[in-house]
């Protein structure tokens, strides 16, 4: 047995039992093998342990991936989820099936316009981007922009909005991790019942949150999508950009 295979065994362990101290299924909550930096060759070994969705940051890395596994294409699900500057959209819009990392209009107008050029692919499914921990260094939106960009990314056509995706401030701290996680929960809980007849908002039923070192308490909090890149591919020896 592999290593990637053993990993994902252990990570898939630690995911149903989070999800069963909160009281949770675990089918409710999906993992996302985060795989930047790491080869084509992993990736297609960790499909063979039955993943199918996988997470890249970096835009020409992971086309060039994207290309090298296109015969195994209709098995995978391909997810953006690092900043996205205006000159990468179209290749986003192109060969991605969602986006997490949107944290302003003009990126999700982009992705709205380019993503239309190729019908086939159907609508990107999208989330917006909370900088809940307030860090200079990360992407995303304060708290109180929330529900004005994800009302404009709603209306979008070629768009489906998801969700919210947060990358808290990294701790040791068991309560403190939750308690960033539980203000994302909060404002998720509170966009999905104050817009539950607003058509753009149908298919609003993602928190993406939660990595390798805190992905219990972003279970205990809610999150239906799990972040996870070295607790299955190893840690990484050099970051791209």
């Known amino acids: 047995m592999s ?4 990993n994902l065994m252990l990570v898939r362990r630690r995911l149903e039992l989070a999800a069963l101290a909160a009281k949770r299924e675990p089918e409710d909550i999906q993992l996302l093998a985060v795989s930047k930096t790491f080869p084509a ?3 297609e070994e ?3 342990a039955g993943q199918t969705a996988f997470g890249e940051n ?3 890395e992971a086309v060039e991936k994207i290309q090298q596994l296109v015969k195994l294409r209709p098995w995978l699900e391909w997810h953006f989820i690092g900043p996205l500057q205006s000159n990468k959209t179209r290749d986003v819009a192109e060969h991605f099936d ?10 999700a107008e982009r992705l ?3 993503r239309g050029e190729f019908p086939d ?3 990107l499914q999208v989330c917006v981007q909370i900088n809940v921990s307030e860090e200079e260094s990360k992407s995303g939106i304060a708290l109180e922009e929330v529900e004005t960009l994800c009302d404009a990314v709603a209306k979008l056509p070629n768009l489906v909005l998801r969700g919210l995706m947060a990358i808290p401030a990294p701790s040791d701290d068991v ?3 939750r308690r960033a996680f539980a203000a994302v929960r909060e404002c998720f809980v509170g966009l999905k019942a104050k817009h539950s007849n607003d058509l753009g908002y149908d298919f609003f039923d993602t928190l993406s949150m939660g990595m390798s070192d805190d992905m219990e308490a972003a279970i205990a909090e809610g999150s239906t999508m799990l972040r996870v890149g070295s607790a299955i591919f190893g840690k990484r020896d050099k970051i791209k950009i």
């Open 112 to 114: 709205s316009a380019q």
């Open 3 to 6: 290593q990637i295979t053993t």
């Open 41 to 43: 060759i992993a990736v």
């Open 175 to 177: 309560s403190q991790q």
């Open 58 to 60: 970096y835009v020409q």
């Open 46 to 48: 960790a499909m063979h």
């Open 121 to 123: 692919l159907g609508e």
């Open 98 to 107: 969602w986006v997490h990392s949107i944290d302003r209009l003009k990126i």
